[in-house]
């Protein structure tokens, strides 16, 4: 059977076999493969069966997918050949198939594209864990906002006595 060897951040080998439906690569847990790594999107890339063997399609991925080193098109489709190097942003592993046609990676004609436009977005709830920063926390400091009120109000008081200064001194 076809499979996909994955190189995991930490060195672990995953060998991950090819079946005849659509499999979801990406960060969410909601992936057919889910690789825990920050530079992979949540939905990064599908393989599926299709054309001679297997078809790579990138879901619009922020850091990439790569064939051999070569960045994919979002949205496009990649017949895959055996032995190819995939890239899920930092993510590095192999296609393996059995019983695949030889070949380098290539575009299928425009045709056979079959990316559609969805019909609504939703905002995940866990979006800030693709930062790789910290969420700045918005804490109210009672003692910094009166400091800080305090310290307008001697300052206009300050322009308002300077202002009287100079009204006296060019009235004399």
Same mark, same amino acid.
Do not use: W
């Given at each position: 059977? +076809?499979?996909?060897?994955?190189?995991?951040?930490?060195?672990?080998?995953?060998?991950?076999?090819?079946?005849?439906?659509?499999?979801?690569?990406?960060?969410?847990?909601?992936?057919?493969?889910?690789?825990?790594?920050?530079?992979?999107?949540?939905?990064?890339?599908? %393989?599926?069966?299709?054309?001679?063997?297997?078809?790579?399609?990138?879901? @619009?991925?922020?850091?990439?997918?790569? %064939?051999?080193?070569?960045?994919? %098109?979002?949205? /496009?489709?990649?017949?895959?050949?055996?032995?190819?190097?995939?890239?899920?942003?930092?993510?590095?592993?192999?296609?393996? +198939?059995?019983?695949?046609? @030889?070949?380098?990676?290539?575009?299928?004609?425009?045709?056979?594209?079959?990316?559609?436009?969805?019909?609504?977005?939703?905002? +995940?709830?866990?979006?800030?864990?693709?930062?790789?920063?910290?969420?700045?926390?918005?804490?109210?400091?009672?003692? @910094?906002? /009166? %400091?800080? @009120?305090?310290? /307008?109000?001697?300052?206009?008081?300050?322009?308002?006595?300077?202002?009287?200064?100079?009204?006296?001194?060019?009235?004399?």
């Amino acid at each position: 059977m +076809p499979n996909l060897k994955i190189s995991l951040p930490d060195g672990t080998p995953l060998d991950v076999e090819l079946t005849d439906e659509v499999l979801g690569i990406g960060r969410g847990t909601d992936n057919t493969i889910p690789l825990d790594d920050p530079s992979v999107s949540g939905h990064h890339a599908v %393989i599926s069966p299709g054309g001679e063997g297997y078809i790579l399609k990138d879901l @619009g991925s922020t850091n990439a997918t790569c %064939i051999n080193g070569k960045e994919c %098109i979002a949205g /496009a489709e990649y017949q895959l050949s055996p032995g190819d190097r995939l890239r899920f942003g930092k993510i590095e592993s192999v296609f393996d +198939p059995e019983h695949a046609v @030889g070949g380098e990676a290539r575009e299928l004609p425009e045709d056979k594209h079959t990316a559609k436009v969805a019909k609504s977005s939703v905002k +995940p709830s866990n979006f800030m864990n693709a930062s790789p920063f910290e969420k700045r926390s918005e804490r109210k400091d009672p003692a @910094g906002t /009166a %400091i800080m @009120g305090f310290a /307008a109000l001697v300052l206009v008081a300050a322009v308002v006595v300077l202002g009287l200064v100079f009204a006296m001194s060019a009235g004399s």
